[in-house]
């Protein structure tokens, strides 16, 4: 059963909590704003801070499909949108040949809907008994420019044109979440077509409620303190790659499972592999570092009690 | 509310969203009309009742990159709390920008008459460009060619110049994963033999595809510190020459910090360019922090701009004010980052050259060529190896570091 699109902005944060997504009430305004006024989100940030989470988020709670297009060098039309099956094509040649069709007629037939495999893109454009369908464009930066401008026709009029078959429209806009790692810019002409957000790591408070959330068996003194953890590594200058929400989950599971009940320099000397993903990043904050961090994060958490 | 509903403050509403978009245009940000209708909608879905949505309805709609936002927050801030005060702002700033015209064109004349004394403007010098061209004879082009920059005298580095921007550098080009209609491809393009087949009959002619190519992005690190001063304006003039005709060139300066010059090489014009840098740029001539810099490279930028098979160039002498520290941990970052890093150093034009100093030991290990770039003939051979596909990593400065190692052993 389709559940209709929230009305006002509070309505889109009750929304997507239920989906257990803590968003701040900046991003629930673009979200409402996308859905009520049905043109595609664009979701930028670091890597691991929730933006592929809203999409799949969305399908559940509003009951939809979800479709998925993940982008990759090279994607092209024939796995992006559509195909023709030629096997089956090559088949009803031989046979029209046996017979006695004429050339037109098996033209016509060949190149009908028959024969056409639907890709993500067409896909998404088609009715579904649920409601138009979550259309997830994941990582939009890898593909190359040529399918970001073909893009631009798609998310505009959300139409299609198949030049044997003629043009496919939906009759109801997809609901369309972009998102980007911003391993190259985006081009303007295709932002502009949608509303735009920035995810940035979340704040400790938010990060808080989130890992309650997400990973509930873990004690709330252990959480505390792997959130100040991760919010002080965060504002440590000089990593190369930041551990975001994702490695924030991780590493709480990983606390848990090797029954770790308050944070210490040996537990966390053991699972750095789980927040920091270069050599460099763990090398430096390994040891010393790590343990001046915990030190720091250990008298922030007595002072606040 | 009452405003809400009385049409004549929802026209005001209408009208003030159209004035923020004008001041938001005029700080910078691409605002265009069909935005300012898509505010509109947009305002009207989620009401003006409360500030902050308003803030991030008018956010979602104007802001296009995460860089704008300072600007659109402050342009916010002052334009809806008193809408006037910003026009009047705006009116107080809008002749000194008239004025910054006429002034940043006797700076592009200064920068000309730097360039070249006996020039008035840069008008004429396209015109000396071209008699320079067929001026030139081949033995005194072959003298310019082989001649090192360091030595030529200001007329000489002029001529020298305008060779420069005449270069044409050609990459060569990655495969992609995408594929062409080629008759000589390997690959059967089913989709084109069928349409193909239907307007012949009989025998079915295959068409052929084969994997599409494209040039990869370019990225130029040059040092401007003191020792490499002599070379600098070359090697601007050099950058604007290639960024040119290419869009996914990037290039930065470093000195004692790291500059990101791509926007302003886009001028046509070299000596616009080249005031642009000129000002935007602090530490000409300072001293080098080159790990520093790379470190800063390394953080903000590797990742938007190494993506896709990017070839890395980089200009500097190696001789660095910081003794090479932290250089060896970057340069390896970098060397990992990119499909091929060549280092171009001046001095490697002295017969019997060692990389001894510090800075030049610990970016040795981790680079896939190294090449000397003093003269036009360096240049030019620089511009052939790129139109290869170049060897396998590390190996063409393999000599270098084996040299190195007998050296230390």
């Known amino acids: 059963m389709a559940i209709n699109p929230p009305k006002n902005v509070a309505d889109t944060t009750a929304l997507l909590s239920r989906g257990s997504y803590v968003a701040d009430r900046s991003l629930a305004t673009a979200v409402h704003l996308a859905l009520s006024l049905k043109r595609p989100l664009f979701l930028e940030g670091e890597a691991g801070t929730g933006k592929t989470e809203i999409a799949k988020v969305l399908a559940e709670t509003l009951g939809r499909k979800l479709i998925r297009l993940q982008c990759y060098e090279g994607l092209d039309v024939a796995s992006a949108v559509y195909e023709w099956n030629y096997a089956r094509q090559m088949i009803e040649i031989r046979l029209a040949e046996s017979g006695s069709a004429s050339k037109d007629s098996v033209e016509e037939e060949i190149f009908s809907e028959k024969f056409l495999i639907e890709r993500p893109l067409l896909q998404a454009l088609k009715p579904d008994l649920a409601g138009p369908p979550v259309l997830l464009i994941d990582e939009l930066d890898r593909a190359d420019e040529p399918f970001e401008a073909y893009l631009l026709e798609v998310l505009s009029d959300f139409q299609v044109s198949i030049p044997e078959l003629g043009t496919v429209k939906a009759q109801e806009p997809p609901i369309v979440v972009i998102t980007s790692n911003r391993t190259r810019e985006i081009h303007d002409a295709l932002k502009r077509r949608c509303f735009y957000y920035w995810i940035d790591y979340p704040s400790a408070e938010r990060e808080l409620a989130i890992l309650k959330l997400k990973a509930p068996g873990i004690a709330a003194s252990l959480s505390r303190e792997v959130v100040a953890f991760v919010q002080k590594l965060r504002a440590t200058p000089d990593l190369f790659k930041l551990p975001g929400i994702a490695e924030t989950i991780d590493w709480a599971h990983a606390l848990s499972q090797l029954d770790v009940l308050a944070l210490s320099p040996e537990a966390i000397n053991d699972t750095l592999g789980v927040l920091l993903k270069y050599q460099d990043d763990i090398a430096k904050i390994q040891g010393s570092e790590a343990e001046r961090l915990l030190s720091q994060v250990k008298a922030e958490l007595a002072g606040a009690k | ?409």
């Not at chain 2, 302003?264 to 005031?275: I, N, W």
């Not at chain 2, 171009?344 to 019997?352: A, I």
């Not at chain 2, 060529?369 to 990593?393: D, I, M, W």
């Open chain 2, 1 to 409: 509310m009452e405003g809400t509903s009385a049409p004549q403050n929802g026209g005001n509403l209408l009208a003030n969203i159209m004035y923020f978009a004008r001041a938001l245009r005029a700080a910078g940000l691409p605002v265009g009309p069909g935005q300012v209708l898509k505010a509109v909608e947009a305002v009207r879905q989620v009401g003006i009742e409360n500030r902050a949505d308003f803030y991030w309805t008018l956010h979602a709609v104007f802001v296009t990159r995460r860089d704008q936002r300072p600007i659109f927050d402050q342009a916010f801030h002052i334009f809806w709390r008193n809408p006037k005060l910003l026009e009047k702002m705006m009116g107080l700033l809008l002749p000194s920008l008239s004025v910054n015209d006429p002034e940043a064109e006797t700076m592009n004349r200064r920068l000309a008459e730097a360039l070249a004394e006996n020039q008035q403007n840069a008008a004429p010098e396209i015109e000396r460009e071209q008699e320079f061209d067929a001026a030139m004879s081949f033995s005194e082009s072959e003298k310019l060619r082989k001649m090192d920059f360091e030595q030529m005298s200001n007329e000489e580095m002029e001529r020298a110049r305008h060779a420069v921007r005449n270069l044409a550098l050609v990459l060569a080009e990655n495969p992609t994963r995408r594929f062409a209609a080629n008759p000589q491809g390997a690959r059967i393009d089913m989709r084109a033999t069928l349409r193909a087949q239907l307007r012949s009959s009989g025998i079915i002619a295959l068409k052929r595809k084969r994997r599409a190519t494209k040039p990869p992005p370019l990225v130029v690190l040059c040092d401007i510190s003191g020792s490499m001063s002599r070379y600098t304006r070359l090697f601007l003039h050099f950058l604007h020459a290639v960024s040119r005709d290419r869009s996914q060139v990037y290039a930065f300066l470093f000195g004692t910090r790291l500059s990101n010059i791509t926007r302003y090489l886009r001028s046509r014009d070299v000596d616009e360019a080249l005031d642009r840098v000129a000002s935007a740029v602090e530490d000409w001539s300072g001293g080098t922090r080159i790990g520093q810099s790379l470190a800063q490279f390394n953080r903000r930028w590797s990742r938007r701009v190494l993506g896709q098979g990017a070839v890395v160039l980089l200009i500097t002498d190696g001789l660095d004010r910081d003794g090479g520290a932290g250089l060896d941990a970057e340069m390896d970052r970098l060397h990992k980052s990119c499909r091929r890093l060549i280092w171009l150093n001046p001095l490697l034009r002295y017969e019997g050259f060692a990389p001894k100093s510090l800075g030049m030991r610990a970016i040795l290990p981790h680079v896939d060529e190294f090449r000397p770039v003093h003269n036009l003939e360096s240049l030019e051979t620089l511009a052939e190896a790129l139109k290869q596909a170049g060897p396998r990593r590390l190996e063409a400065a393999a000599h270098w570091r084996q040299d190195l190692a007998q050296k230390a052993g």
